[in-house]
């Protein structure tokens, strides 16, 4: 967490010193400089579950890829 723990910075590994309950996920909300934001819940269920981290992981790592190279 950095900020005003909104904002997490690291990978799904490093949740584990957080102190954050990655079972208790239920959603991401990710919110722009422009004041535009994007909500993700699990479609199926409550929480997120291991894999839908992993790929909400990937989804992030693909997005901060091309902002990165789109802005430089």
Request: hydrophobic content about 35%.
């Amino acid at each position: 967490m950095q900020g005003r723990d909104r904002e997490w910075r690291g990978s799904p590994l490093d949740i584990a010193d957080t102190g954050i309950d990655p079972q208790g996920i239920r959603e991401f909300v990710i919110e722009l400089d422009n004041g535009d934001s994007d909500v993700f819940r699990p479609r199926r269920r409550e929480n997120f579950e291991s894999y839908e981290l992993h790929m909400m992981a990937v989804y992030l790592d693909t997005v901060a890829a091309d902002a990165r190279k789109n802005f430089r």
